[in-house]
């Protein structure tokens, strides 16, 4: 069984860091991408950014590149991402999918609320 829980939500000022973390179980790293999305008040779930392990590859969108970093510990089945120089924007529900054996699966999510 697949799990995915996330971690490391929290409130921060504008231009503060975070670290999320998503420990993940049930899946094998080397043939899954793992990636980060997230959910503002209103809006639809976005792509923030992902990895594969198979080819080390990383991927952003455009409104998170230079500010956040994903990345991951294959041995202990951890995904991070490092978000730098926050903003407001950046608010909403920070949720980790893993794409593993031609399906997705979603962790409940951790709560990034970044106001002053």
């Known amino acids: 069984q697949v799990q995915l829980v996330e971690s490391g939500g929290g409130l921060v000022q504008p231009g503060g860091s975070l670290r999320l973390s998503c420990a993940a179980s049930?899946?094998?790293?080397?043939?899954?991408?793992m990636g980060w999305y997230r959910q503002a008040p209103g809006k639809e779930r976005e792509f923030v950014a992902r990895i594969s392990w198979s080819g080390g590859s990383t991927y952003y969108a455009d409104s998170v590149k230079g500010r956040f970093t994903i990345s991951g510990d294959s041995a202990r089945n951890i995904v991070y991402l490092q978000m730098n120089s926050l903003k407001s924007e950046d608010t909403g529900v920070y949720y980790c999918k893993a794409d593993f054996l031609f399906r997705d699966y979603w962790g409940q999510g951790t709560q990034v609320t970044v106001s002053s």
């Open positions: 049930g899946i094998i790293f080397s043939r899954a991408v």
